[in-house]
């Protein structure tokens, strides 16, 4: 009789790497998806779904990604406060203006999980507006996205 053994790696097996990606002239959804799925691990043979498999994700040049079509005009961030009437909404040229930054992390964050996992995912994630970033001594290899 065969038996055949399902490998989930332990923690301590799980090695981390880092990578930097430049975001210039990438399409933002294209762009957050593959983040998205290196964040997860999921390019991973040993991946596992209940596990934080994936490596440390280091964006420069946010502020130079594109949107297609007319979004860059039409496009809009909602925040509520929690109080009555307390839809805030600012215009996408507003926040790349203002802090590129959040346009990859707000993007990237909506295609992780909801839970405690996802949150630990997101904590790799670097976001950097211009062509410099403090993770040199990292030395993070050149991600080449499709």
Do not use: C
Not at 47 to 60: A, E, L, N, R, S
Request: aromatic content about 8%.
């Amino acid at each position: 009789m065969l038996k055949y053994k399902t490998y989930s790696p332990k923690a301590s097996e799980i090695e981390n790497k880092w990578f930097v990606v430049d975001a210039e002239g990438q399409t933002l959804g294209r762009l957050a998806s593959r983040i998205a799925h290196i964040l997860r691990g999921k390019h991973k043979p040993t991946y596992t779904p209940h596990q934080d498999m994936g490596d440390h994700i280091v964006v420069i040049n946010a502020s130079k990604v594109h949107l297609t079509g007319r979004k860059a005009e039409q496009k809009v961030y909602y925040h509520h406060t929690g109080y009555p009437g307390g839809l805030k909404t600012t215009p996408y040229e507003r926040v790349l203006a203002e802090h590129p930054d959040r346009i990859i992390k707000k993007a990237v964050w909506g295609m992780l999980k909801n839970n405690p996992l996802g949150r630990k995912m997101f904590r790799k994630l670097r976001v950097y507006g211009g062509a410099d970033h403090g993770h040199a001594a990292q030395q993070p290899e050149p991600l080449v996205l499709l």
